[in-house]
């Protein structure tokens, strides 16, 4: 992998001391014009002896900022998740949850959120021990889920994920304070290179990338259906990945990936007839716990970002 030629800079925002004993030392929707200043948080926490993960998967996690597993749960569990699915998709009431979203555009289901609180079986999946255990060393601590959803990118009407940074949201809407939370994907369906798998810049976790614009009130409403605040730019999202690169990793239902809270990803639309749909799962460090959000505005939903229920795994 070359070198990164994304220049990171001084931020010229001075840390801003909110009503909680946080210091926001990622500011970002702060100004008119985007910037970027280096990592300040480790990528690892624990070690080879804390856990599943040997030396070797932590120092690839450590530069690449993500980890791909062919297969990790039973193959019952996975059979059950993906029937709960089917009946998710056709219960009707499930069309009225507040955790629910819809594309735009369309009455096609996008996501369902908080999916470990309203099905048992996701919840096993969600609490699955081999991926605590992986989260855990990871995060070199206890850890609870801050978010779980079901992305259900459907056939011919799947529509995109920009480019973002998971972290810079939950940083600045949801209060996270510091780079100590992963994602974890599972594939309910195939991931193939043709119908908008996730897609990763590796390596670029190492970076935070500061984005424009004001954060307006409720803006999850909107956001959870089409993206386009707290999106990097187009000039520093270009050198990012003409030095980096992009990675897709593919695989069939049961694959695994679990990738940095700070890595830039995204997915493009799905105009094949076969569905992408994957359970995500967000495991936050018990050390990590949300502080009053970086934007100044009320707290979004506990369905988007647990702050209640700090429950160890």
Known sequence: MSEISLKPRQSQRE?????????DRYPSRLSLSPDVFDRQDPV???????????????????ENGFLH???????????D???????????????QWPQSVFEPGSEQLRSIFAIHQ????????????????????????????HQSRINDKSGFGGQPFYWHSDFE??????????????????????????????MLVPGSHHRFIACV????????????RRQDLGVPDPENLTQLIEALGVMAPTGLAGSVTFFECNTVHGSNSNITPFPRSNIFVVYNSLENKLVTPFCGLAPRPNFIAEREQYLSL
């Not at 801003?16 to 210091?23: G, N, R, T, Y």
């Not at 926490?45 to 120092?59: C, E, H, I, T, V």
């Not at 597993?69 to 059979?79: G, I, K, N, Q, R």
């Not at 089917?86 to 219960?91: M, S, T």
């Open 69 to 79: 597993f062919d297969a990790v749960l039973e193959p019952s569990l996975l059979a």
């Open 44 to 62: 690892v926490y624990g070690r080879a002896s804390d856990g599943p993960l040997d030396a070797n998967s932590l120092d690839l996690y450590e």
């Open 213 to 224: 614009g004001q954060t307006p009130e409720d803006h999850y409403k909107q956001s959870l």
């Open 169 to 198: 949201t939950w940083h600045v809407e949801d209060g996270m304070p510091a780079m100590r939370a992963v994602s974890c994907s599972i594939a309910l369906t195939p991931n193939t290179p043709y119908n908008g798998p996730l």
């Open 15 to 23: 840390p801003k001391l909110l009503d909680s004993p946080a210091v």
């Open 118 to 145: 309203l099905n048992d079986v996701m919840r096993q999946v969600c609490h699955h021990p081999k991926l605590v255990a992986m989260a855990q060393q990871l995060l070199g601590s206890d850890v609870y889920v």
């Open 81 to 95: 998740a993906v029937q709960a699915l089917e009946h998710l998709r056709h219960d009707p009431t499930v069309r």
